[in-house]
């Protein structure tokens, strides 16, 4: 199983709602096992600038992955929120099985 995570920060705090609506139109995507949506506590006193939002999406593997980023809501999530966000950071891993 492959974890998906990605990273968001608003351009304006303004936009949060706005990122987090669109956000969460990903969870409608049939490729994906899991998938949540978390605004960040940023709790953690060591690091600098955090990241507004945290996406989780649980997927089968590679090719699962691959067609939940060629779905047709995964264009309308990025249409909506790249224009209000600052910073995306992704990362994939390996769940054990």
Do not use: C
Request: charge should be negative.
């Amino acid at each position: 199983m492959i974890r998906h995570i990605a990273f968001f920060s608003a351009s304006d705090p303004t936009h949060l709602d706005e990122i987090e609506a669109g956000l969460w139109i990903l969870k409608d995507n049939p490729h994906a096992i899991a998938f949540a949506v978390h605004r960040n506590l940023a709790l953690d006193e060591i690091s600098g600038p955090q990241p507004d939002f945290i996406v989780m999406a649980d997927l089968k593997d590679e090719d699962a992955l691959a067609a939940y980023k060629a779905h047709p809501l995964y264009a309308e999530s990025i249409r909506r929120v790249r224009p209000l966000r600052d910073v995306r950071m992704a990362a994939d891993l390996h769940l054990p099985d």
